[in-house]
């Protein structure tokens, strides 16, 4: 049983349009982290959020944390190929341990 | 600096034999952690450390023993492989166990015969 599930699990998209990836659970995080990782290679971090409500921005990417923290959303406006990669959420829970998502397989088509 | 490193690279064990993967830091992080990725599943904690000489269990640590004897390095064991540990297993470390990043190795991609 996953602790964290992602949808949509695949997504396949023509560059330029928008698109959502949400990250729910049951549990309550002290904070969750969304990594991105190409084939071949670990994940890297994209953003830590911590505050229930709080809204991060990275360039055309947005990211939410609930206001129970225990959901999170990743938007990405206009993408571009270079956006394609697997998206992770990671929740950290009873401090110390990090539980991933399955993640979000985006594929961005030129 | 190298970031976080991980040997080796690819391995392919029979069943019933063990191995142990080495993953070293320079970055004088004080949490180190063992993860698999299997297709689907996103990745799994096998076990994790805070601090050298001291670990614990994650969510899947059955099959896996580790060791932190020095800060800058975090191995996993796997004494009698299965091939149910057919997988790609991750190390990271980080400076501390929830607002900063974890940095990841390059990955060990391990197939039981």
């Known amino acids: 049983t996953q602790l964290l599930e992602q949808s949509p699990q695949f997504l396949s998209i023509q560059e330029g349009e928008n698109l959502t990836v949400y990250c729910n659970s049951s549990?309550?995080?002290?904070?969750l982290q969304w990594y991105r990782q190409e084939p071949g290679e670990g994940p890297v971090l994209l953003v830590t959020?911590?505050?229930?409500?709080e809204v991060k921005k990275l360039k055309r990417l947005t990211f939410q944390f609930g206001d129970a923290r225990k959901d999170s959303s990743l938007h990405i406006t206009a993408a571009q190929p270079g956006d394609t990669g697997l998206y992770l959420c990671a929740g950290v829970y009873n401090f110390n341990k990090f539980y991933f998502g399955s993640g979000t397989k985006l594929n961005v088509k030129p | 600096n190298a970031g976080v490193t991980q040997t080796p690279k690819f391995r392919v064990l029979k069943t019933g034999q063990s191995m142990t993967l080495l993953c070293a830091q320079d970055m004088n992080h004080e949490y180190m952690y063992w993860y698999r990725q299997d297709p689907g599943m996103g990745l799994r904690l096998i076990h994790y450390?805070?601090?050298?000489?001291?670990?614990a269990k994650g969510e899947v640590p059955d099959g896996y023993n580790v060791s932190r004897l020095k800060k800058q390095n975090f191995l996993l064991g796997l004494e009698s492989a299965a091939p149910s540990q057919t997988s790609v297993y991750f190390c990271?470390?980080?400076?501390?166990?929830?607002?900063?990043?974890?940095?990841f190795g390059p990955g060990t991609r391990l197939t039981v015969t």
């Open positions: 549990s309550v995080f002290s904070s």
């Open positions: 990271a470390s980080s400076y501390d166990g929830q607002l900063y990043e974890q940095y």
């Open positions: 959020v911590v505050t229930g409500g």
């Open positions: 450390s805070v601090g050298e000489g001291t670990t």
